[in-house]
């Protein structure tokens, strides 16, 4: 397990630098002036272009900009915005509320998915099973800021339960609604996940042999059938966790939460590009490391599966 690890940090290195590289060049080497739209109407002054010019190493080849950015990176310098904020207090101010945001929303979406699921795939074609699959079918159909909008106008508006705009340091209990919004389009996809893979292996000989040794039908579920049937499903939840805190520019949009999601498209509006190459590095890094701790989950689920 442990070089298998190893091997597996080693291999997340040429993928880091790949992606943030090409964040890098989209955003900086395709302009052809930078400094367009940033004095207004006006020409920026020489004495402003010089300074930017400066501050962010324009004068160097596109990959020796890069390589300085992702040295200042390494030191936790996410850089500047133009009007001169570090990008790094942005983030720190933001990403506590995201992360709280992408966790309930994680945690309602994996709880709630995975019992519909299961609740579908042992009843079989009933009652249950037609209620889970239906009420998917429409949490999938309708749009994110559909639901948001749709709750916080009943609940927020109407019956006054919540709050309709989230406060600048939220509570748990005020994100309980924005994080099952975000997490809606993921639930519906978790449920009908494990329904499949719950069904699948109701028919795998694994199980039918535990069923002939006279196993309590509880540890032939729980053991046998379900642990093999999360496979997919963790795998599904862990990719997720970085669409959760870079999709949620949404979900933040509707409640007015001040979060990751609204610090990109903020600094996507004022074409502020140091915010969105620092918020974009920082959500792989997560992304990717999500996908190795999901690789080391498997042995867990599955005993068959063993990492040299």
Request: overall charge positive.
């Amino acid at each position: 397990m442990g070089r298998y690890t190893l091997r597996r940090l080693l291999q997340l290195i040429p993928v880091f630098l790949g992606t943030t590289f090409l964040v890098y060049w989209l955003v900086w080497g395709l302009r052809e002036d930078p400094f367009a739209g940033k004095c207004g109407q006006r020409e920026c002054s020489p004495a402003f272009r010089a300074a930017l010019t400066e501050r962010y190493n324009l004068d160097d080849p596109l990959i020796v900009q890069y390589l300085k950015y992702l040295g200042a990176i390494l030191t936790g310098d996410f850089g500047q915005t133009f009007s001169g904020t570090e990008v790094s207090t942005l983030i720190a101010d933001a990403y506590p509320i995201t992360i709280k945001l992408a966790i309930i929303a994680l945690v309602i979406e994996a709880v709630i998915g995975i019992v519909a699921g299961v609740v579908s795939g042992l009843r079989g074609r009933g009652f249950a099973d037609t209620l889970v699959l239906v009420s998917t079918l429409f949490l999938i159909a309708l749009p994110v800021f559909v639901t948001g909008l749709v709750l916080r106008q009943v609940l927020g508006v109407d019956l006054g339960i919540i709050r309709t705009s989230v406060p600048a340091n939220p509570s748990i209990g005020e994100l309980i609604v924005p994080g099952f919004v975000l997490a809606s389009l993921s639930m519906a996809y978790v449920a009908r996940l494990t329904r499949t893979s719950l069904i699948e292996n109701t028919r795998a000989d694994f199980v039918r042999t535990a069923v002939a040794k006279g196993l309590p039908r509880r540890r032939v579920i729980g053991v046998h059938m379900l642990r093999n049937s999360l496979i997919p499903v963790v795998t599904f939840l862990g990719t997720d966790i970085g669409a959760l805190m870079g999709g949620a520019i949404v979900t933040e949009g509707v409640f007015n939460i001040r979060g990751i999601g609204g610090l990109i498209y903020k600094g996507l509006q004022q074409q502020d590009i140091a915010t969105v190459v620092g918020v974009v590095a920082l959500l792989v890094i997560v992304y990717l490391v999500a996908n190795l701790v999901v690789d080391l989950l498997y042995a867990v689920l599955d005993p068959r599966i063993r990492y040299d």
